[in-house]
């Protein structure tokens, strides 16, 4: 099993729908939990970070966190083209041990 | 503004030539870490400082080796470059232990 496992995608949807990425981690101590954005041939950027359960929104961005479940979504809406990006899903292990997911791709078509 | 700084952005070298990347921040930022990503692949952590404290992940091979001679410069050094050591480079900062990390915006390594 992958310490961090998301949906490699693509995923597509419509300009102004909602994109729902979906993120699941193996180590059950993990207690910080992030999401970045990576243009093709760049690095990757922060966009929320979240470290107790429920939800956490900022602008159009929402995380929600279900560590009961392992599980972490970061939600977009009103999508726009230009947040078409792979999408990092990293998890603190603890000990500056970031691990991260392959990333989810995701294409808003307009 | 550019508050992590690499240095080339794009290299490229011989197989088994060694080859020097260079990170330095202004944030004056405890941990400093390097990644390697390769295509459509997850970025995967090599090591990292915590101020003069090296890390070393356990699978990180003998080739790659690292120094932060200040807080501000920490250099990746590829020993003996392979094919498969063609990837992008990340190196990030954090202030601390689980704090947020920043990304520089990498270092294109091609090995011919």
């Known amino acids: 099993q992958k310490e961090v496992e998301q949906n490699s995608g693509p995923l597509s949807v419509p300009e102004g729908a909602i994109a729902s990425l979906n993120c699941t981690y193996s180590?059950?101590?993990?207690?910080?939990f992030f999401w970045y954005r990576q243009y093709s041939g760049k690095s990757p950027e922060l966009i929320m970070s979240i470290y107790s359960n429920g939800d956490k929104e900022d602008g159009r961005f929402t995380a929600q966190l279900n560590k009961a479940s392992q599980y972490v979504s970061l939600l977009i809406r009103d999508s726009q083209p230009s947040d078409s990006a792979t999408y990092l899903c990293?998890?603190?292990?603890?000990?500056?041990?970031?691990?991260f997911g392959a990333g989810t791709r995701l294409t808003v078509k307009p | 503004d550019a508050m992590v700084i690499q240095n080339p952005r794009y290299q490229v070298t011989q197989f088994g030539k060694p080859v020097t990347l260079s990170c330095s921040q202004t944030?004056?930022?405890?941990?400093m870490y390097w990644y390697q990503q390769k295509s459509s692949q997850a970025p995967k952590l090599l090591f990292h400082?915590?101020?003069?404290?090296?890390?070393n992940e356990a699978d990180t091979p003998d080739n790659f080796q690292s120094r932060r001679p200040n807080t501000s410069f920490c250099f990746l050094d590829i020993r003996s470059p392979g094919l498969g050591d063609a990837a992008m480079y990340l190196c990030?900062?954090?202030?601390?232990?689980?704090?947020?990390?920043?990304f520089g915006p990498g270092t294109r390594l091609t090995v011919t």
């Open positions: 990030a900062t954090s202030r601390d232990s689980g704090a947020l990390q920043y």
């Open positions: 180590d059950r101590g993990s207690q910080s």
């Open positions: 944030l004056n930022h405890n941990v």
């Open positions: 990293a998890v603190d292990r603890g000990n500056n041990d970031m691990r």
């Open positions: 400082y915590y101020d003069k404290d090296f890390n």
